[in-house]
């Protein structure tokens, strides 16, 4: 089991940045891939960003370039770096687990942080 919190979210004006963190409740060591998703209203759940334990990333093309995934073994916490934000990457932001266990994985969500681009 893991327990994702998200935080970080709010208001920004268009070309600002925020940062977004996750905190896991237990050592991120043995968690296949960590990675943050985003729903807008009216829209499907999207992925943003993923790092697997082995240190791969893999963004959405809407966002490369602007966004880092990154992670900090010791504080069991991923951030997402989100610079030169755009109306469009307003959405709620869920911060995303897959934990493989033998033939099995399970993926688990955090409860979402808001982030809003607009002046």
């Known amino acids: 089991q893991v327990q994702l919190v998200e935080s970080g979210g709010g208001l920004v004006q268009p070309g600002g940045s925020l940062r977004l963190s996750c905190a896991a409740s237990?050592?991120?060591?043995?968690?296949?891939?960590m990675g943050w998703y985003r729903q807008a209203p009216g829209k499907e759940r999207e992925l943003v960003a993923v790092?697997?334990?082995?240190?791969?990333?893999i963004y959405a093309d809407s966002v490369k370039g602007r966004f880092t995934i990154s992670r900090d073994n010791a504080k069991n916490m991923v951030y997402l770096q989100m610079n030169s934000l755009k109306p469009e990457d307003t959405a709620v932001y869920y911060c995303?687990?897959?934990?493989?266990?033998?033939?099995?994985?399970?993926?688990?969500w955090g409860q979402g942080t808001q982030v809003t681009v607009s002046s």
């Open positions: 995303h687990a897959i934990v493989v266990v033998g033939a099995g994985a399970s993926d688990y």
């Open positions: 237990r050592s991120i060591f043995g968690i296949n891939a």
């Open positions: 790092l697997t334990s082995g240190d791969s990333t």
